[in-house]
């Protein structure tokens, strides 16, 4: 949520500016997803080129993602990321532009902040596995972009410059929501992860 | 960093808030999920896309 500080306020109430800072932030969170993905990538056809291919790689990542479920399902597991966000402090040393490529580039490289739910987990550690597709791990970089940059457009029209209070406003049902998240996220992550394993998958 | 304030435009309230309605995003992409998974089995690609956009959709509920 502390990519919410690039609501309309910081940018001085000027939409116009705003749009360009949300596409900032957009285009980072792809950069910084791609620059994740790269290196995983990197890591993936090393342990593939020492004869472990794309089985040894799910043993390794297929544990991470389980971990990253059980604990959307309620259980404290441990899960592979500082569990930390975006410094606050930033939003009062940087412009609005530099705060949206940093934000951006922070929340999109993911492992630097906490993932919020499990499918970042999932997808991020099973890109490499679609690396004989590239278009796959581009539309997959842009997805999570553009979910991102959604909910930035979500606080367009609040009031505040103070982050997340602008756009509580908008999730009014807390508890039920954060319910909902939690079990849609765990769900598709399973479905994400057993679909390594049958025969339409990677495997 | 300017901290002019926005005045709230109700009219499009209803419209932002359904961004991040939570039964709005899971229905759409858990949905789409699924509905990856009953047409052609459970194939990996589409997936990985949904997933990813869930992943990004659902941070506007921080745990």
Redesign the interface.
Known sequence: ?G?TGL???????RYGRWLGHLAVYVAA?ALGAAATAFVLVVLETGVDRVGGGKVAWLAVAAPLVILAIARDLGAHAPVPYRNV?VPQVL??L???TL?ALAYGAQ?GTGFLTR???S??T??IL??P??ID?PG?VA???A?????????V??S????S?QGPEG?D???R??P???R??????A???A??L???L?????L | VATNAVRSHSSGDLALGLLVNPYVIAVSTAGAALAFALRGGISFAPLLVVAALLAGWSSAWSP
């Open positions: 949520m990519s609501n309309p306020a910081v940018s001085g109430a969170v966000q939003r009062y940087l412009s609005p705060l929340l993932f919020t739910y499918t970042h999932a997808a099973l890109l596995l679609a597709n796959v539309l997959t970089v997805a999570l972009a553009l979910g991102k940059g959604v909910v457009a979500a367009a029209g609040t009031i410059d756009i406003a908008r999730l049902w807390r039920r929501g954060l909902i998240m939690r079990a849609a996220n769900a598709v992550a479905l994400l057993a679909s390594c049958t025969t339409g998958g990677v």
